[in-house]
Structure formats: C-alpha cells, structure tokens
C-alpha cells in the first residue's frame, strides 16, 4: 500500500493541547467533510451530510407534529427587498454575494444570494394574507443560506454556505407568538439533546447580539471543551417590524385591519462542528449512535488459519444485525485488521466487532467501544439487542459526559475580579443591569461578550448588584469567549 | 366574505381550449404554486412542495438501496473549473447566473451559481480517487440549481431555479458505469409511474439533444395531453470525458494508471408540471393521491339541524382515519359546504366525504372521487380500508387513463407525408438515418425534434429506410414537438 495512503488517517495534534488544529486534522482526515475549490466553501462526504439529513429528518418529523409546513422560496433576493427593514439589510448586506450578470447580459438590478429568507418571504406573505382566516401560517424552509464571513473560515463552524432550516410564522396575535417560541426551542432541545448527544443553555440574547431585525431573539448555547461557548439553534421573535416593513395587514374578526407578529428559526450544520468538538478525541471522531451512518462494524481476523470459517460467521453476524442497525462487514482483503481499527475509530464509529479464531470456537463475539475504548466479550444469541442497548447506552455516556462538562463549567460571582480571572474557562454567570455600555466594556477589557441571559438563573439576580457598574442588576447573564 | 376571496379559487380557462392558460390558472389559484419577487423564479407553497419531498423521498430510498450515497457540494463554482470541460462550458454558459461582489468587494474571480454540479464535485473526485480502492464512487446530491432561461419561464416547466438531484458516479470498467445506468432508469421509471402516476417513453438521446459533455444521454419522455412532449428524467454516459478534463485516474490492481468511467443522472420538480398537465381537469388539480398532502377532506354539512351531531360524527370519522390517511376535516364556520367543495376540488384532493344529516342517520359516509366525479356511500365500518383501497384505485386510473392516451399516441410511420400530418400530435415513430442533417431538417420543415430513440422499437429499424433522405435507417426515432 502507498505511503501516502498509511498515512491519511493520521492525527498528530492532540485535542488538549491544541484544538483548532485537532478539530481541523480529525474533520478532514476522518473523511467527514473537505476542503473545496471555492474558499471556504465546504464538501459534506457521506459520513457528514448522513449526521445531517437524519438530525434535519428529526426536526423536520417534530416539526410537523408541531403544525409547521415546508415550502420553497427562491435562492435570490432583489437588492431593494432586502433593503427594507433597515436594521435587517445593515446586519446582513455586508456579507452577501451578490448576482450582477446572467450569462452575458448585465441584471437590471442586483440580485442577493440568500442569506436568510425573511424579505422573499414576507413579500409573498403581504399579498397571501388577507383575513384573520389565512392566519396562522407556520412555514419552514430547508435550504442553504450564503454568507461571505471575511474572518477565517472553518469548515463547519464558519463557513461562506451552510445549511439549516428557517422557520417563519405569522400569527395574529403575540400571546400565539410566544407560545411557538416556546415549542420550537422545546424541539431543538430535544433534537440537540436526543441525536447531537449535545446539552445546551437556554435564554435570551441582549439586544447587541440579537437578530437583525428582531425584536428579542433565545438561543441554546454550548459549552465546548476549550472553555469558549458556540450558538446552537436560535429563535427571534420579530413583533410586528416586519410587517410593518413589509405591509403584512389582516382584516381581524372585529373588521379591524392589523399587523401579523412573527417569529423566525433556525438550527445549522454548525451542530454538526459543535458535536465533533464536544465528542471526540485523540484518536478521531467520536459519532453519536444516531447520527451514525454506520454504527457497527464487523472485522474478521484470519491472520493464519480458519479464513472461510470466520468469513462466514461473520457474515452470519451481519446478517443477524443489519436490519434492526445500520452495520458494515469490512471483509476488504488488501488491509489489515490493525489499519481497519484505525480507520474506523478516526471516523467515530460507536462500535467494532472483532470475529477470529476464539470468538469462531466459542460462539461470541469481541465488542469494542469507541467512546470508552471498553473492550467485552458477548454471546451471539441475543446479539442485536445487546448491541442496540449499547447503542444507546453509548449515547448516554456522551450526553452524561458533555452534561457534566458543562455543570462543573458553569461559574457563579459577583466580583469582576473573579469574571476577569475566569473569563474562558467556561459560563461566567454574573448580575448585570442591562445596559450596553457595561456590555462592551467587560468584552473590551476580557474578550467577553454576553452569550445569552440563562431562563433558569433570572430569578437570582434580585438584590444583586451589576459585575461591572455596580448599579442593580436586572439580568444573570453568561459571559464567555465564543466561537 | 370580500369577493376578492370567492374569486380566488376560480378558473375560467378551458384545458381543452387554451392548454397553457389553463395550467397558468390552475397552478397559481389553486395555491399549490405562486410566482415571486424574482422573475422567472417561483415559491413553492405547502402542496407542491410536499408533492415533490414525498418523491425525493421515494428516489431517495430507492437510490439508498441501490448503494448511492447522499452528499453536498457547494453552491457556487469558480469560472476556471467550470471552464475545463470544452462541450460543457458551451452549453451552461449562457444561462450562467454569475457572483462578481460579496459584500462591498470585488471577488478576484467570479463564481457561477450551480447550473449542474460536474464540475466541482470532479475537481473532488480528483483528489479522492487514487487506487481501485477507492472505487466505485456513488455519490447524489438534492440540491437546487439555477440556469438563467431568456425564453418565458412558465412555473414548474422552465424556472430559473429548480429543485432536483443529481447523481455523480466514478467507476473502475464501462461495464459498471452501464450497469448503473439500467438501475438508475429502472429507479426513475418506477417513482414517475408509482408517485407521479406518469408513464413515459425510454430511450437514448440523439448526439445533438444529449447532455453537454457526455458520450450518451437517455430519458424518459411524457406525452403531454396537446400532444407535445415532455422531458423528464435523465441519465447520461459520460465515459472517460470529465475523468480526462479533470485527471480523475486511479491505479487498478494491474499497477496501471487509468481514467475512471462516469455517470450523472437527474429527476426534477419539472415531474409536477407534468403531473399537473396529465391529470389536471377543468375544475382543477388531480393529484395522484401518494403525493396528496391532504388525501381526504372531510365536510361536514349541517344547513339547519343536528349541528352538533354532525361534528361530532365527522371528528369520528377523522379520528378513525387519521392515523393511516393525510386527512382534513374542514370544520370552518365561515365557509359553505359548497365553497368548500369548490376549494378541495381545485386544489385536487383526491377524496372528499361529505357527512350530513343522512349520512349521520344512517351510519354511513358520502364518498366522493376527485378523478371520475364519482359519488357514492360507503360503511362507515371499515371505513379506513375502504378509503385506502379506493386512494390505490384513484392511482390506478390515473396512471391507466394517462398509458392509454400515450399508447393510442404513438404513430409508428414510414412516409415524411405522414410525418408531417402527424407532428404534434403525440410521438411519430419513424425511422432515421442517424444523420443530424435529417434530423436538423425534419425540425426545421415541421418543427419537431427527436425527443429519443425508443428503446423497446430499435428492432422495428431494420430493413426500412430514413423518413427524410431514404438513406438506410440505423434508428426509430420518437419525433415530437416538445415543451
């Protein structure tokens, strides 16, 4: 075998001494995602975009138990649409790429690749919705969005086209609003907690880091190994300044013409980075059983003697298995057992069966866990239920373990002595009166932005005093490095 | 109610009289599709888009089990790549939507919004592929694609972006490449005929209507109700083409470096058009009831009495079916049951029960067939197994009704005199000497190009003589005027 070949499963950084050349070593040389010839703009390979299409099959399925429709909008947005809602374009139009020319005719006006859909949508919206009988309208689009970031692109976690869902709703009334908020951040709990094994934060931004446009805008904030904080899934509720921008009107039951309130939502393929950083280790990837394309993998050992015996065991093993879980037999000749070991546990595949000689002789079989490198011999009757409760018990150790992580990460004070000295190393939990000012100041002289305000520490900022100003706090926010 | 809103479900063309105005109406006020802020571009609204992921989802499945692989590649190709490949550029390039600015910057090279993906995804598989070992490659991806069309775009038929997939394969031998694409066709045949309930015609593509950049094409066609033909999906042989253009070799277990044979195949939301051509009547959408997203509705009808009764009959009934069929039970105040039949009608549900005071007294339920029109009572024991079977049934003969039009369309002819009667009026089988003279002068007299050379009549050639030169006929070609 060529050299170059041994080598393409090798990681040499380690993940505590230096994670962004771990993370980049491990997405890359595991396979699960590349590089492309457009800078900054990813590959997802099978073992990615499968992690994907099932977290989005999941959210999609709760989703519509929900009420929540899908449909398509256009992957273009005139210039002057999205210059309508004045803070949306400001957020927005210094990262988007824009369409000049087709073919060789120069467009009449600029065309805007998507960067989120609010204004193509509410467009449409202003001439579908007439009356109180069109409301609500609860809609959902997966698709990708392009956005031209000019800092360093990670595949991943910051790259020039993701994918995601956006939720859009219109409601006539905010009571009904809330409510949905409420739901949707209930499901991406669930998806992020059930299929990323990932726990999460919930609360609301401040008003610096909300959504352009928005009126308030909750998300779930992870907690990554190296201490810093990454945004998960967000909603923003936007009151009525789109539809004011976009004439959005009803004819109520009283006869009264008024605004529709809406909401907006999304959850990214940035998941899939936070999972890979929250999970894996210096061997490779480590996959959540779920979102594991393959999630068992079967390699025969017939160094001397018995190959066809073994062969056919192991193909009996596979038989047994592939139908209630999605297994691979690695029975390739030109590669050893050892090389396979290898490859598999860089592309975090939960479990390795290893079939010789003795598991033959005494009708067992050898199972290897990736996640805690236990090793354990199990018979073959009752094979598929043994492996599908490890499975899931592979899934709680992850979400246990990343659960723990963030717990003993979550640091309470009141003194900015204290923020200051643990500014980093996790959530920052401090009182804070809310004004903007404070906010900028303590990520001026930290590095610290407010990464959101947790829904279950408000009720601990009565009687406390701001970390910075020292005038009563209104908020507990979580102060963080982030992502 | 505003006439405004009576108005909207209305149509006034005829789909015998004025084919093309007719689909117009009935695809925009029936709300399965709407037209947006961007010409030529369209959004699709929860019934069309349902339509087409109940399809991908049944390709994709299919595709799965067939041992393709689903990945993402992005959005956007440098000008240099799409460049490589001579055939390919020239045909893509005029309807390229090109980006020449993010943000306020000017991109040092411009980037083409996918046409069709070869391009990028083989500058990949360049770098992928380097022993047998690493083939075949069986990739697909769903994407959306955007080609700039200057003719009218009509919503579903000719947009400026659509949705599709788009498969991409590498294999070591000519061999395999062809096996897949028998598999592939197979794949296509079945969804269009079991989901779309659309038959169609198989064959290859002449060398002037075939894909840019490959040796061979195939498609299956549709004949349209005026008698024009309709593309659908399409696979084609690329050979060693692209693998030369973008040195995609590998070293085989001879030590020998070769190129790699490619294939690449599309199904597209083009399908729905057609689907919405074949089966669609004066009165509105038929949807063929796999892609329904509501299947039955349910009307309650309580003119004077027994109000309560009678809702409370229909949720029993909707109760009883709801977990086995997408059903609706439309108890708005608001609306008459008239208006609702009007509405469920156009928008081409393909069941309707109308539940009033006879049925509740009774114990019976009013069924209603969108396709026939056909009206009869049923138990309401055994209601959901008589509901399925009669969904399977309405399938069945939309699917017979749309083979016979296409079979008693099929003019197998020998003379040009006949020919030229005939065009128009479905596919004039006649033979052809493979020359593109003929071929360009047939289209140039009457307007009709070969729309494919039917596999299952290639025998039929022997023997005859070209309908233009009289030359020896190599081929049976399908003539057709097309949309």
Redesign the interface.
Known sequence: M?E??QKKYMLTAKKAENISEWYTQVIINSEFV?Y???SG??????DS??A??TLKEATDRLFKEAGV??????????ER?LEKEKEHVEGF????????????SELSER?A?RPTSET?MY??FS??I??W?DLPIR?NIW??V?R?E?KHPTPLLRSR?F?WNEGHSAFATLEEAEKERDQILDIYEKVTREYLALPGIRGRKTEKEKFSGAIASYSIEHLMPDGYSLQGPDHHSDGQNFAKAFDIQFTDKDGIKKYVYQNTYAISTRELGAMVLTHGDDKGLVLPPKLARIQVVIIPIYNNAKKDEILDYSRLIHERIKDKIRSYLDD?D?YTPGWKYNEWEIKGVPIRLEIGKRELGSRKVTVVRRDTGMKETINFDGLETTLQSLLEDIHSTLYSRALDFLNSHIFPVDRYEDLKKLVGKGFVQAPWCGSGDCEDKVKEETGAKISNLPSDAQHKAKGKKCVYCGRDALHIANFAKSY
Do not use: C
Not at 69 to 78: A, C, E, G, R
């Open positions: 060529p170059e070949e590349d492309s010839a457009v703009m990813m590959v997802y390979r099978p975009y499968f994907w299409d429709q899908n449909v398509y909008f256009p992957l273009f947005i005139p649409l139009s210094p990262e988007v790429a824009w369409i000049t020319h087709a073919g060789k065309l690749v193509i467009d449409s001439r579908w007439r009356s009988r809609y698709a990708s392009v031209w000019f086209e994918l390739r030109e």
